[in-house]
């Protein structure tokens, strides 16, 4: 085998490593973009309102104890005494709801900031169930003779980003509306809103029916914490590419997801989570002030708190497909050299070397066009337009290479081939290894037919130059 044919194997290898460097070279400035596109997000969160996290409602019930405590003295006789001093307790009883029912739908939209933009959701949702209130609330004196007196109660919701709440939202307590406050009143609850219910009566057990209507705004997740004895949530939207994750999945046998949305269902026990157990222990935990944020989040508090969650995915993220799509740049810039080579040997043609840095070349724009397009017009659409430009320009310039136009049409017919088999790898990430392995196998089966009568020993002989 003489050392031109040589040469020219090894340029060819060297060549298709350098034009995966150049594609490597593109992938790190999607990268970039898609990390300028996160801090976008970022930005919008901060102006805006950022990914939810709803807690509740939870009915705090502040009471006040006082008893007398007697310290021994002496008098001016030297005897000693009992001397009386009044003090007072204060302390705050958590109560659970027993059930809990949240029923909803969102709408969503973009929120736009150049040419990036952030997936935003509108909740308008409903929030109803009942407290099993003890006779006397389980409060007794824990000193002899103590009195208690009962202060004005109220019930909180914890909200992660209170900046996302819409409207005025209000709540009916035991047949009664009420209007919510700013702020939840439970540091260890975090952000969130109160409203003030007065004076429980006491004497006799309860069941109070409570609801509160919330219209939430977020960007991408919702996450929603089962805090009752029983729990139903019903979750709906006309987004069709829902992800459900969190500790709790919806009922498989209820969710549909079709082409006019998805409809969730959850029915959660407090005997399958331990999220009772570990919020009253958050709750009456006595928090280090100088340790603890003002507006540290439960989840951040005990990270025993479980929820569902709620993720609206965008069914083609420009970055990511584009980036998988650079993944296959070597074997797709290593297969057109390829089928370039198999035609210069089967029609035995002399093709120089910057013809094929030509073709590489423009094989590696084609990433770097499809990011640019896909920023504007959509993924499917630049695919098409930086796939069609580059076929066109190479079915241009190869019919003139191979000296023939049926030739350059066959040549670019493979590349559309090439082209939307990629496409359908990108599309579908459940069988892309599936489909990248099928078309690898099928290539190399067609090569192994075209080339099988190939004499490669009498190409790279003397005799043949």
Known sequence: MNRPFLFKVLGIFLLTILMSWAVSYVNSLIIERQSRQEDVKRNIAQS????????????????????????????????????????????????????LELTGGFSNEYKKLGIYKALMYQLGGMVKGNFILPANLDISP????????????????????????????????????????????IESLGNGIHATIGIITVGVAQNIPFELNLNLRGMENFNFSPIAENNKISLQSSWRHPHFSGSFLPNAATQK??????????EISSLSSSNQAALSNALTKRWDAAATAANQSMTNADNRIESLSVSFVEPINVYSQADRATKYGLLFIGLTFAGFFIFEILKQLRIHPAQYTLVGLSMALFYLLLISFSEHIGFAWSYLAASSSCVILLGYYLSHVLKSKMHGFVFSTMLITLYG?????????????????????????????????????????????
């Not at 109220?154 to 900046?163: C, E, F, V």
């Not at 079709?258 to 269902?265: I, S």
């Not at 067609?446 to 790279?460: A, C, F, N, S």
């Open 48 to 99: 805006s309102a950022g990914s939810q996290t709803m807690i509740g409602p939870i009915l705090a019930v502040p009471y006040t104890e006082e008893y007398i405590e007697y310290n021994e003295e002496f008098n001016a006789a030297g005897n000693k005494i009992l001397k009386p001093i009044s003090k007072r307790a204060s302390s705050i009883k958590y109560y659970l709801p027993e059930n």
């Open 142 to 185: 824990s000193h002899e003779d103590g009195k208690i007196t009962f202060q004005p109660a109220y019930i909180a919701l914890g909200i992660s980003d209170t900046r996302g709440i819409t409207g005025q939202p209000t709540i009916t307590w035991n047949k009664q509306a009420l209007k919510f406050e700013q702020g939840s009143s």
């Open 257 to 266: 997801i079709t082409p006019a949305g998805f409809e969730a269902h959850w």
């Open 421 to 465: 088999a990629l496409y359908g790898i990108l599309a579908s990430e459940d069988n892309a290894l599936l489909m990248g392995t099928l078309l690898v196998f099928g290539l190399l089966a067609l090569t192994m037919v075209v080339t099988r009568k190939v004499d490669w020993y009498q190409i790279g002989s003397p005799d043949t130059n």
